[in-house]
């Protein structure tokens, strides 16, 4: 399994350098810079993974709680202390290098809703109940940013791990509802600016706003004129055209 980790690191290394180094010229070499990021990260990751690997999951479960709390409160002081960019303030500025906590939190909500799912043969309400609420704690300080892309991602963990834990048909069921009743109520509310209004309604609303399309855009571009197996490796359209 490390083996494998590695090779996929490997692998997202040269994928990220292949879709952002852009075209090279005898004037302007490729552009190494998301490159260079996403080595730094990958770095940290594999040294996080080694760690883990050390310290086995007894001592994560005894690291639960103070990551659970540390979350928190990284969480709440970004509320005061952050930096504010494109609206959002979800990141600490510390020196040029910008730290989002709720990336440092999905670990420790992971982590939580592992201890939590796992404490007994069957997952009943009560434990359900508790696992929600640990999730929906973070949820509303993140919504406080705001990051709806951040919670969407806490969200999916929340849905995934549950089924996993083998939830019970009707538990699962009135989860769902209760998903989707919370996703129209914030549709509903105000606390959504308009641009991921946009981006939440982009795939069925042809006349968007171009900004709010060019995601879907970029990917429609690479996949006519790529097809199922892709131009190949530093080869995309996009990458090779100024």
């Given at each position: 399994?490390?083996?494998?980790?590695?090779?996929?690191?490997?692998?997202?290394?040269?994928?990220?350098?292949?879709?952002?180094?852009?075209?090279?010229t005898?004037?302007?070499?490729?552009?190494?810079t998301?490159?260079?990021?996403h080595?730094?990260?990958?770095?940290?990751?594999?040294v996080?993974?080694?760690?883990?690997?050390?310290?086995?999951?007894?001592?994560?479960?005894?690291?639960?709680?103070?990551?659970?709390?540390?979350?928190?409160?990284?969480?709440?002081?970004?509320?005061?202390?952050?930096?504010?960019?494109?609206?959002?303030?979800?990141?600490?500025?510390?020196?040029?290098?910008?730290?989002?906590?709720?990336?440092?939190?999905?670990?420790?909500?992971?982590?939580?809703?592992?201890?939590?799912?796992?404490?007994?043969?069957?997952?009943?309400?009560?434990?359900l109940?508790?696992?929600?609420?640990?999730?929906?704690?973070?949820?509303?300080?993140?919504?406080?940013?705001?990051?709806?892309?951040?919670i969407?991602?806490?969200?999916?963990?929340?849905?995934?791990?549950?089924?996993?834990?083998?939830?019970r048909?009707?538990?699962?069921?009135?989860?769902?509802?209760?998903l989707?009743?919370?996703?129209?109520?914030?549709l509903?509310?105000?606390?959504?600016?308009?641009?991921?209004?946009?981006?939440?309604?982009?795939?069925?609303?042809?006349?968007?706003?171009t900004?709010?399309?060019?995601?879907?855009?970029?990917?429609e571009?690479?996949?006519?004129?790529?097809?199922?197996?892709?131009?190949?490796?530093?080869?995309?359209?996009?990458?090779?055209?100024?």
């Amino acid at each position: 399994v490390p083996l494998f980790s590695l090779l996929l690191a490997a692998v997202g290394v040269v994928m990220v350098y292949s879709a952002t180094r852009g075209p090279a010229t005898d004037l302007r070499p490729a552009d190494d810079t998301f490159l260079k990021r996403h080595l730094v990260f990958a770095g940290v990751g594999v040294v996080a993974m080694a760690l883990t690997a050390l310290i086995g999951h007894r001592w994560a479960r005894r690291l639960m709680v103070p990551a659970y709390l540390a979350t928190l409160g990284l969480l709440f002081a970004v509320l005061t202390v952050g930096v504010e960019v494109k609206g959002s303030r979800a990141r600490f500025d510390l020196g040029g290098f910008q730290m989002q906590p709720s990336e440092f939190g999905k670990v420790a909500i992971i982590v939580t809703l592992a201890v939590i799912l796992s404490s007994g043969d069957q997952v009943g309400v009560w434990r359900l109940l508790i696992a929600g609420v640990s999730v929906a704690v973070p949820v509303l300080l993140i919504m406080a940013e705001p990051d709806l892309g951040t919670i969407l991602v806490y969200g999916a963990i929340f849905a995934g791990m549950v089924f996993v834990a083998g939830v019970r048909g009707r538990h699962l069921a009135i989860l769902c509802l209760l998903l989707l009743t919370g996703t129209v109520a914030v549709l509903q509310s105000d606390r959504l600016e308009a641009y991921q209004l946009e981006r939440l309604l982009v795939f069925i609303d042809e006349e968007a706003d171009t900004r709010a399309r060019y995601n879907l855009e970029q990917a429609e571009v690479a996949i006519g004129n790529g097809g199922i197996t892709g131009k190949g490796l530093f080869q995309g359209t996009q990458n090779v055209s100024d």
